[in-house]
């Protein structure tokens, strides 16, 4: 089946920096990668994802890059504010089902 | 996007008794729904995926006849943990998709809080 890594585990960022956040996964079949937030005791919600025919999209402050080469994929968050600090989680899709990435903290520091 | 509903959102419940948790659709109908499992700071783990009007399919090491899973309409599954024990205890989310595809993305419920005393 799918096997999805995520890096960093965690994150620590100053405001303003920028933040990345790493996935690979080695089913060559999955090809839809969505990222969710996921906010204390809260439900993960969509914030940005990709499709397999697309090597880049972006949505304001966020962006995410896809190299189906090489199989990994990528969350780029720009002019990090204070409200961005949650857990990050990759996923990938092989059609059947969402295999999640281990989750990233990351904490954006004032 | 499209909203999912869960209830409850928290249940404290006494060991050996079932709970059921409910997951609906509000405004799209869910050919799919799948039920997660998530400890505290760590991933979402798949315990099974179902489609209306079928049987649902449990990943391995998940027991079927402990975390019964019914998709009796496009809009509604259910999840019952019978003879509750700690062990448990955790944070059940549920998500939905609206298309077959892999395409179609899933929506999460805001998810319900068990803990078995």
């Known amino acids: 089946g799918e096997n999805v890594e995520q890096h960093p585990s965690t994150l620590s960022v100053q405001e303003g920096d920028s933040a990345v956040i790493k996935c690979t996964y080695s089913d060559s079949a999955s090809n839809y990668f969505p990222w969710y937030k996921q906010e204390l005791g809260k439900r993960p919600q969509l914030i940005i994802d990709?499709?397999?025919?697309?090597g880049e999209k972006k949505d304001q402050r966020i962006a995410v890059t896809l190299n189906k080469t090489a199989k990994h994929f990528s969350l780029h968050i720009t002019e990090t504010q204070p409200e961005d600090s949650a857990v990050y989680f990759c996923a990938a899709d092989t059609g059947n089902q969402f295999y999640f990435g281990t989750g990233t903290s990351l904490t954006v520091i004032p | 996007g499209a909203v999912v509903s869960q209830h409850p959102s928290r249940v404290i419940c006494k060991s050996g008794t079932s709970v059921k948790i409910e997951c609906r659709s509000l405004d799209f109908q869910a050919t799919t729904m799948f039920w997660y499992r998530q400890f505290p700071k760590q991933s979402l783990m798949l315990m099974a995926t179902?489609?209306?009007?079928?049987?649902?399919?449990?990943e391995q090491g998940v027991e079927k006849d402990k975390f019964l899973i019914n998709h009796a309409s496009l809009t509604l599954s259910t999840l019952t943990v019978t003879s509750a024990h700690p062990e448990d205890s955790s944070f059940y989310i549920c998500?939905?998709?609206?298309?077959?595809?892999?395409?179609?993305?899933?929506?999460f419920g805001p998810g319900t809080r068990l803990t078995v005393l």
């Open positions: 179902s489609n209306e009007g079928s049987k649902a399919t449990y």
């Open positions: 998500s939905a998709r609206a298309g077959l595809g892999s395409t179609d993305t899933q929506y």
């Open positions: 990709i499709r397999s025919n697309v």
